[in-house]
């Protein structure tokens, strides 16, 4: 099964292809780390209480108050994410600090709830997953990749979706939030595959549907049906190809380091 990494910046588009991709006719299962990264985080779950110990005694308001809590939960208090949020975004030396606090106890939890949804998808015969990942680069996921694909946009398209998609956001705040991530040039040198976001939904769904063609078209049925009968196989060729990605992901890195 191929495991396509998507990822993008912040309104970039990126959930936009992830629908087009879960729609007819493709129908990939979508592995969605935001949605993962707000169930890992639930109350009572180990990285809630990580969060919890690191950021409550420093961060007023980090949890929902009972009254306006969205979630119901009989093992605490809501994480207030955009409280958390205010905290960790940023460009100051202490916001790096605390979202690679907030990181190494979120990416870690996410990953083992994404290994189980890649093996169901695996076991239910589908051809292909999508790991949806806006840190795909950022969290060192592109290694379990077979392929990955960034969804970019024009800065200028990019902060003016981000401020129509949140009307309360003040320029200030989406700019800082635009630049506590890695650039989308950045992301361009590390993927495989770029789709452009700047034109009308249905330019979008032809570059996606030609990506998924060409995706395709690289998959023999004798392999397909190797891989799925023989567990041997399997296991050589997906240590073989993590062991490949981990080499590229390397030399890749050397080679930005002395660009910088």
């Known amino acids: 099964m191929l495991i396509i990494g998507l990822t993008g910046s912040i309104a970039t588009g990126k959930s936009t292809v992830s629908h087009i991709l879960s729609s007819p006719p493709h129908s990939l299962?979508?592995?969605d780390a935001d949605h993962l990264a707000h169930a890992v985080v639930l109350p009572g779950t180990p990285a809630y209480r990580q969060?919890?110990?690191?950021?409550?005694?420093?961060?007023?308001?980090l949890l929902h108050d009972a009254a306006t809590d969205p979630i119901n939960?009989?093992?605490?208090?809501?994480?207030?994410?955009?409280?958390?949020?205010q905290r960790v975004f940023g460009t100051s030396d202490e916001n790096k600090r605390d979202i690679k606090i907030l990181n190494g106890?979120?990416?870690?939890?996410?990953?083992?709830?994404?290994?189980?949804?890649?093996?169901?998808?695996?076991?239910?015969?589908?051809?292909?997953?999508?790991?949806?990942?806006?840190?795909l680069f950022e969290g060192g996921l592109d290694?379990?990749?077979?392929?990955?694909?960034?969804?970019?946009?024009?800065?200028?398209v990019q902060l003016e979706r981000l401020l129509k998609r949140d009307p309360h956001l003040a320029r200030d705040d989406a700019e800082r939030r635009i630049?506590?991530?890695?650039?989308?040039?950045?992301?361009?040198?590390?993927?495989?595959?770029?789709v452009w976001n700047d034109g009308s939904k249905q330019e979008l769904e032809a570059e996606v549907a030609r990506f998924v063609q060409r995706m395709k078209g690289g998959r023999g049925?004798?392999?397909?049906?190797?891989?799925?009968?023989?567990w041997p196989v399997t296991a050589t060729v997906v240590v073989w190809r993590l062991l490949g990605n981990w080499w590229h992901r390397r030399k890749l890195n050397e080679r930005l380091r002395k660009q910088d």
């Open 143 to 156: 290694v379990f990749c077979g392929v990955t694909l960034l969804v970019g946009t024009s800065p200028d």
């Open 221 to 230: 049925w004798f392999w397909t049906v190797i891989m799925a009968g023989c």
């Open 179 to 194: 630049a506590s991530q890695m650039s989308l040039l950045r992301k361009k040198e590390m993927a495989d595959v770029v």
């Open 51 to 61: 969060i919890i110990a690191q950021f409550a005694s420093t961060t007023p308001n």
């Open 105 to 135: 106890i979120v990416h870690p939890a996410v990953r083992r709830a994404m290994a189980k949804q890649v093996l169901a998808a695996w076991l239910r015969g589908h051809w292909a997953a999508v790991l949806d990942v806006p840190l």
């Open 73 to 85: 939960s009989p093992h605490g208090a809501s994480i207030n994410r955009r409280v958390l949020g």
């Open 29 to 31: 299962p979508i592995i």
